[in-house]
């Protein structure tokens, strides 16, 4: 019998606040697993109080594996622009930073491609009404985890979000 050679992928996307950000990822069909972090920024293993002083250059990211014969990387890119507004810099809902800033951490070429071509698509779309979709598409730096607590945090709360 022969051994399986497949891998699990990773994405890494900042949409506001990763509690309902990991939320959505992990309730997608072909996620193996999310965890919630930071990414982008200056410091060192920074905490989520070094975060929120929106001093770091973090943002607040889900990342995200996956197996890409379920779910094509594309389908997880439609999934980020679908559950947050792309248009807003440094803010979603109430959640206002840098560290809320939407933005796509690519981890490969083809990544970065896809989402580059995919926000492309839709800007021309016409959906947001002229306004500028203000997503950054930036190569992954180092992930840092956050916090035990943040990890899987509606679950833990029984918040059940509807956002698919």
């Known amino acids: 019998m022969r051994a399986c050679a497949f891998r699990f992928m990773k994405a890494t996307f900042g949409l506001g606040c990763f509690w309902c950000s990991e939320d ?14 930071y990414m982008g920024g200056r410091l060192e293993n920074p905490t989520y109080e070094d975060v929120c002083s929106d001093k770091t250059g973090h943002a607040e990211v889900v990342q995200v594996e996956y197996d890409p014969s379920v779910v094509p990387y594309e389908a997880l890119l439609d999934v980020f622009w679908r559950t947050h507004d792309p248009t807003t810099p440094n803010r979603q809902g109430p959640d206002v930073g840098s560290q809320y800033r939407s933005v796509v951490f690519f981890h490969d070429a083809d990544q970065g491609r896809a989402a580059r071509e995919s926000k492309q ?35 833990k709360c029984g918040i059940r979000r509807m956002h698919q």
Do not use: C, M
């Open 24 to 37: 959505v990822f992990r309730n997608t069909k072909g996620v193996k697993s999310t965890s919630a972090g």
């Open 121 to 155: 698509r839709l800007q021309n779309s016409g959906k947001f009404d002229g306004k500028k979709i203000v997503t950054e598409i930036v190569p992954a730096e180092t992930f840092w985890r956050a916090e035990e607590y943040h990890q899987q945090y509606y679950e």
